[in-house]
Nanobody, 123 residues
Framework: QVQLVESGGGLVQAGGSLRLSCAASGRTFSSYRMGWFRQAPGKEREFVAAISWSGGSTSYRDSVKGRFTISRDNAKNTVYLQMNSLKPEDTGVYYC????????????????WGQGTQVTVSS
């Protein structure tokens, strides 16, 4: 079992940056592919970024490419999401999630979820 705890959210002006962290418990963190999702009020949860177990492969939704970077440190059992050039449409609750297999951009792929951290971008 994996427990996930996100941190690093907050209020930032458009054009600013935030770095989200997701700390995982359990010895098998390095065997999981990790993803970040977000959910805005009244909208469905959507894929943001994902990273392979080794960190050698990443994927992003089109609207964040070139602005967001996902990374992981398996020695620290932590995955990060560096968010630059933030826009008001990036506002939402950001969740990290862990998966052992499946399509990385699908919510149903993920076995474990954190409680989420709020990101608010003001215009």
């Amino acid at each position: 079992q994996v427990q996930l705890v996100e941190s690093g959210g907050g209020l930032v002006q458009a054009g600013g940056s935030l770095r989200l962290s997701c700390a995982a418990s359990g010895r098998t963190f390095s065997s999981y592919r990790m993803g970040w999702f977000r959910q805005a009020p009244g909208k469905e949860r959507e894929f943001v970024a994902a990273i392979s177990w080794s960190g050698g492969s990443t994927s992003y939704r089109d609207s964040v490419k070139g602005r967001f970077t996902i990374s992981r440190d398996n020695a620290k059992n932590t995955v990060y999401l560096q968010m630059n050039s933030l826009k008001p449409e990036d506002t939402g609750v950001y969740y990290c999630a862990a998966a052992q297999a499946g399509t990385l951009w699908e919510v149903t792929t993920y076995d474990y979820w954190g409680q989420g951290t709020q990101v608010t971008v003001s215009s």
